[in-house]
């Protein structure tokens, strides 16, 4: 994985393939390579270059960063590699980094593509976020098994909960990356949660933009994904089912149809123009 320095951190970044470049953004406390199980192998197979990278947190760096470091983060890396203006792909955290870059560089991005995202805070998701925080800050160790449901509660689609062989897989898979991947840097990315609305400033937004929703997603209920979707006036939504928080890694050949889907269709749009 090759390394370069962007704002003072060194950042972590893969770049596979050839064609026009996609830049993939991860969510909190995933490296980069996640998204290497699935959509950089059919990003490939159709003709695109894939970069993916370990956000700030990942990568090291002093705690008490903000989104706009991110963004500074992937902008940096996008000029580094002289891309130009290219294609985005986020997801949670992450599609709040590519939403705010479409703000503050929008000569750098041609396409996004945004899911299981949220412009604003609500009660349960702020109620949520502090009250992990307040668990990984408190150093309690919580037993690798009671984490792995957890997480498969709060990540995954009923419909995965109830196949009883692919949930071994995942529990197994949850339980390997337990609470001792909490760094100071991780806990850090927990505190980048949305503080206020910023619905009206994305309608400012004229980057053609895909946003998609999970419809099982507990952590980011589709309906904060659909919100985003109207803000934005060049967006269109799109709601997969029997998906959850993860639904890139639940079903990924629907997720990786609407990504390519969206780009072709995009872009024949924005040729015919």
């Known amino acids: 994985m090759p390394i370069v320095e962007i704002n003072g951190i060194k950042l972590n970044y893969d770049d596979i393939g050839e064609g026009e470049p996609v830049v993939l953004v991860m969510g909190t406390a995933a490296t980069g390579r996640v998204w290497q199980l699935h959509q950089v192998p059919a990003l490939v197979e159709a003709g695109y270059r894939a970069i993916t990278f370990d956000n700030r947190g990942i990568s090291p760096a002093e705690p008490g960063f903000t989104i706009d470091d991110l963004v500074r983060d992937t902008a940096g890396l996008i000029e580094y590699l002289e891309l130009g203006r290219c294609r985005l792909v986020g997801t949670s955290m992450g599609a709040q980094v590519c939403t705010e870059l479409m703000l503050a560089r929008p000569e750098l991005v041609g396409q996004a593509v945004l899911m299981a995202t949220r ?155």
Not at 144 to 155: C, D, L, T
């Open 119 to 273: 412009g604003r805070p609500d009660a349960m998701r702020a109620a949520m976020s502090a009250a992990e925080q307040e668990l990984r800050d408190s150093g309690v160790q919580i037993p690798a098994k009671y984490e792995a449901i957890i997480r498969a509660v709060q990540n995954l689609s009923p419909a995965t909960l109830n196949n009883d062989a692919g949930i071994r897989d995942w529990l197994d898979v949850f339980e390997l990356a337990s609470s001792t991947m909490w760094t100071p840097g991780l806990r850090a990315q927990l505190r980048l949660d949305i503080k206020k609305s910023r619905l009206d400033a994305y309608r400012a937004i004229r980057v053609p933009t895909l946003v998609v929703g999970f419809a099982d997603d507990v952590r980011l209920p589709a309906y904060l994904a659909r919100e985003v979707a109207d803000a934005i006036p060049s967006a269109s939504y799109l709601e997969l089912p029997d998906c959850g928080h993860y639904g890139y890694l639940e079903r990924p050949a629907a997720v990786n149809a609407a990504i390519l889907n969206f780009f072709h269709d995009a872009r024949t749009e924005f040729l015919l123009k």
